[in-house]
Each structure stands twice: as C-alpha cells, then as structure tokens.
Nanobody, 118 residues
Framework: QVQLVESGGGLVQPGGSLRLSCTASGIIFSVYNMGWYRQAPGKQRELVATITDGGSTNYADSVKGRFSISRDNTKNTVYLQMNSLKPEDTAVYYC????????????WGQGTQVTVSS
C-alpha cells in the first residue's frame, strides 16, 4: 500500500509563509522523484516544483524564487517551503511521487488546501 500524506496547508495572509510536508510510505523513497502540484479553482493542475532522487530541483516560473522544495530521505518526507505567498497561490496542493527510472505509475496524495487571503 502506497500512501502519500500531506500536511501544513491552511490560511495565510499575502506575503506570509507556509511549509507543506508530504510523508510517503510503501515506496523506497530514496529512488523516487518527488513533486508538488497544485490546482486552483477553474484551472488545470500544474506542476509547482520537483526534486529528483539525487536532489536536483525544478520550479514553475510562477513560484521560482519564492518556493523551495527539499527532501529528507531519513524521514521519507518531501517539503515545500512557500514564502511571499500571493492570492494567486491559492490552490489545493498535491504531493506526487514517480520512480526515478519512470517505471510504474505516479502516486498522489490527497491534497492539502492553501488559501492566501487577508
């Protein structure tokens, strides 16, 4: 059984910060690429950030410089540090895992809501 459990979402004011966590079980975490995606109302799900098994990161242009993705393989956890949050960041954020070699399908968490509003 593969489980990805997200936490850390909530309501924050513009300019504030949140840190999302995603803890995985049922996979060999160290050989999986991890990512964060989000889906805002009325929009398609979009990639926010990824981190490979080797620690290389990529970010969507809309969050680059504000968000940071990291992983702790000892805790089977990937994080998304979100700073300088904007109302446009409001979305449901999903954790994703994909094996480094592309074998097998993607796994997804249940999502955690992030609302940026004053």
């Amino acid at each position: 059984q593969v489980q990805l459990v997200e936490s850390g979402g909530g309501l924050v004011q513009p300019g504030g910060s949140l840190r999302l966590s995603c803890t995985a079980s049922g996979i060999i975490f160290s050989v999986y690429n991890m990512g964060w995606y989000r889906q805002a109302p009325g929009k398609q799900r979009e990639l926010v950030a990824t981190i490979t098994d080797g620690g290389s990161t990529n970010y969507a242009d809309s969050v680059k410089g504000r968000f940071s993705i990291s992983r702790d393989n000892t805790k089977n956890t990937v994080y998304l540090q979100m700073n300088s949050l904007k109302p446009e960041d409001t979305a449901v954020y999903y954790c994703n895992s994909r094996r480094w070699n592309g074998l097998g399908g993607d796994y997804w968490g249940q999502g955690t809501q992030v609302t940026v509003s004053s």
